[in-house]
């Protein structure tokens, strides 16, 4: 007795949660097929719910299309934007037959015009809405900044939404260890103000795939169970 176990220290990018087999099920999941789906460009295009969804949502620039390519172990199955803002449209990639991978439209660029923010709201709305499908909304937040005022905009909306959300900060890679700890200490004070926020938090990096082991794993939680899976 009055021995103290030795704790491993914890990852900073790991939620706590991820087992052996969580991160297994994760990769495997992961290193199915992906393959671009649809695009809906406005409110009526949007496509009819089929597999469990996980939407990507965040600023403009802040890592989207990025961290899903990096999840899915490709460079180019999403375009990622050298002009912040352009990509007006949601993006549906398939994974495995399991999952439904949904790129939102990036918000909060400067000087985005009335009638682009009044799009977005129209469209990101509308699909929000009664998505009978979505398991969890994935809100990015720059790892080098924290949460900004259009990130609460966002998530107010969520909190209405009534599918939880779970903040990940984006670009590990660039913030120093004791910085992004601070970063997310402040995200999960504030997320824990929100009803719809999940309490567990992560870093993680497109860049050098710091955290996106454990990301992949919490996300295959949600998928479409693999003797489920559709011929
Ligand atoms: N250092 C670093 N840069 C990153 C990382 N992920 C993305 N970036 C860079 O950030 C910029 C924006 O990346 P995108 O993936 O296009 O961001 P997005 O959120 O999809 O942007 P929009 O589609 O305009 O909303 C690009 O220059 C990327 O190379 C990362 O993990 N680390
Ligand atoms: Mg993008």
Do not use: C
């Given at each position: 007795?009055?021995?103290?176990?030795?704790?491993?220290?914890?990852?900073?990018?790991?939620?706590?949660?991820?087992?052996?087999?969580?991160?297994?099920?994760?990769?495997?999941?992961?290193?199915?097929?992906?393959?671009?789906?649809?695009?809906?460009?406005?409110?009526?295009?949007?496509?009819?719910?089929?597999?469990?969804?996980?939407?990507?949502?965040?600023?403009?620039?802040?890592?989207?299309?990025?961290?899903?390519?990096?999840?899915?172990?490709?460079t180019s199955l999403v375009r990622v934007s050298r002009t912040p803002g352009?990509?007006?449209?949601?993006?549906?990639?398939?994974?495995?037959?399991?999952?439904?991978?949904?790129?939102?439209?990036g918000y909060g660029f400067a000087k985005a015009p009335k009638q682009v923010?009044?799009?977005?709201?129209?469209?990101?709305?509308?699909?929000?809405?009664?998505?009978?499908?979505?398991?969890?909304?994935?809100?990015?937040?720059?790892?080098?900044?924290?949460?900004?005022?259009?990130?609460?905009?966002?998530?107010?909306?969520?909190?209405?939404?009534?599918?939880?959300?779970?903040?990940?900060?984006?670009?590990?890679?660039?913030?120093?260890?004791?910085?992004?700890?601070?970063?997310?200490?402040?995200?999960?004070?504030?997320?824990?103000?929100?009803?719809?926020?999940?309490?567990?938090?992560?870093?993680?990096?497109?860049?050098?795939?710091?955290?996106?082991?454990?990301?992949?794993?919490?996300?295959?939680?949600?998928?479409?169970?693999?003797?489920?899976?559709?011929?």
């Amino acid at each position: 007795m009055g021995h103290q176990p030795a704790h491993e220290p914890k990852a900073l990018s790991a939620s706590g949660t991820a087992t052996p087999a969580s991160l297994e099920a994760g990769r495997l999941l992961f290193a199915a097929e992906s393959k671009f789906s649809t695009a809906a460009g406005g409110p009526d295009s949007i496509p009819r719910p089929t597999l469990p969804e996980i939407a990507f949502a965040g600023r403009s620039n802040v890592g989207k299309s990025s961290l899903i390519n990096a999840l899915v172990g490709r460079t180019s199955l999403v375009r990622v934007s050298r002009t912040p803002g352009r990509t007006q449209q949601i993006n549906f990639f398939e994974l495995g037959g399991r999952m439904m991978l949904v790129d939102l439209p990036g918000y909060g660029f400067a000087k985005a015009p009335k009638q682009v923010v009044a799009a977005w709201n129209a469209l990101v709305e509308t699909y929000l809405r009664g998505r009978t499908t979505l398991q969890r909304t994935i809100l990015l937040i720059d790892g080098r900044h924290g949460i900004k005022d259009s990130d609460r905009i966002t998530m107010s909306m969520l909190d209405m939404s009534a599918v939880q959300y779970q903040l990940v900060l984006t670009k590990a890679d660039k913030v120093g260890v004791k910085a992004l700890a601070d970063v997310l200490a402040a995200a999960g004070n504030e997320a824990a103000r929100h009803p719809a926020a999940h309490p567990d938090i992560m870093a993680v990096s497109a860049w050098n795939g710091d955290g996106l082991p454990e990301l992949r794993a919490t996300l295959a939680a949600l998928a479409q169970p693999l003797s489920e899976k559709r011929p």
